[in-house]
């Protein structure tokens, strides 16, 4: 008993300690979310010589992802690689808490929709068709739902994983559903998606994450050995909804394109791995053409192929 009140006890300071720093943080995102663009990526620049020169967050993970990545690079290449992904992550973070304030019109106009995307996602609307959609941490990922959910008619769900701190998950969350875009945490996703099977719906599925070693499918992306969820294709076999891969391509700083490909019209008749290595490849593709707007921070090759 005495240990279950001290767990308690703690867990009760944590939680106080959480709120008081989400409260007092609050109000500087929503100041920052404010500020026009021009001084909005004035910001950002000074935010990168603290995060990259002074603090050096995650450094060593993003150099060791970069030489691994890229072994024909030069180091001073890869320093430039590294500085070119800690600028725009900068962006990105101060773009994401744009998204609290930002109006539609001005959402749509930093990030846009090509012309044969929108068609593509309005021929599976016309056919009351359920759609997969698949991506990567390339780009703004934020950006793209929200135009995708004010500019598609289907109903765009995002697969995420919940944040320990239930403050910022709820800024998160709002931030996330303000133009309508829905979540569901993934280990609801079956469930959730069973039950809106008749919705029209874009399910998200961002595919780049780590998954354990057992079970995943394994292939070489970036020249090295990788794990990648299988929980995409089987979802998509499961329900032989189309898997469309989509890409959200920065054309120049505070602008972005969200470009689309269809990988499979019928999931249900393809091979095992297919879907698995074909989204895989894709990402692969944009992350060669633009690399410092992937997530070279995150430890995505923190489990090894045994």
């Known amino acids: 008993m005495n240990q279950l ?7 009760h300071k944590l939680n106080t300690v959480s709120a008081v720093v989400y409260y007092l943080v609050l109000p500087f995102i929503y100041l ?21 020169h002074i603090i050096g967050y995650r450094k060593e993970v993003v150099l060791q992802n970069l030489r691994n990545s890229f072994p024909g690079k ?28 930002i109006s539609k019109e001005k959402m749509l106009r930093h990030c846009s929709i090509q012309p044969e995307t929108l068609k593509l996602f309005n021929k599976y609307a016309d056919e009351n068709r359920s759609v997969i959609f698949v991506s990567g941490h390339w780009g703004n990922w934020e950006w793209g739902g929200n135009s995708f959910s004010l500019e598609c008619k289907h109903h765009l769900y995002v697969i995420y994983h919940p944040l320990s ?18 979540l569901i945490a993934m280990k609801d996703t079956f469930r959730e998606m069973a039950g809106k099977r008749n919705e029209l719906s874009a399910t998200a ?33 499961r329900f032989n909804y189309p898997v469309i891969y989509g890409r959200v391509k920065r054309i120049k700083r505070g602008y972005y394109e969200i470009s689309a490909e269809l990988l499979f019209e ?12 074909s989204h895989t490849k894709a990402l692969e593709k944009d992350i060669l053409e633009q690399p410092e707007i992937w997530l070279w921070s995150h430890r995505r090759w923190k489990h090894k192929k045994q």
Do not use: H
């Open 5 to 11: 009140l001290a767990v308690y006890a703690i867990s």
């Open 32 to 52: 920052l979310s404010l500020l026009p663009f021009p001084i909005l990526y004035l910001v950002s620049d000074g935010l990168y010589v603290i995060l990259y």
């Open 74 to 101: 030069s180091d001073a290449e890869i320093t430039e690689m590294s500085k070119g992904f800690y600028q725009y992550l900068c962006d990105l973070t101060l773009e994401t808490f744009k998204t609290l304030t």
């Open 165 to 182: 701190n239930k403050y910022f998950d709820g800024l998160i969350y709002r931030m996330r559903t303000r133009f309508g875009t829905g």
């Open 205 to 237: 599925f961002i595919a780049d994450q780590t998954p354990t070693p057992e079970g995943a499918f394994w292939t070489t992306f970036l020249n090295q050995d990788t794990p990648v969820f299988k929980g995409t294709e089987k979802i998509a076999q």
């Open 266 to 277: 019928n999931p249900a008749q393809t091979e095992p791995d297919m879907i698995s290595k």
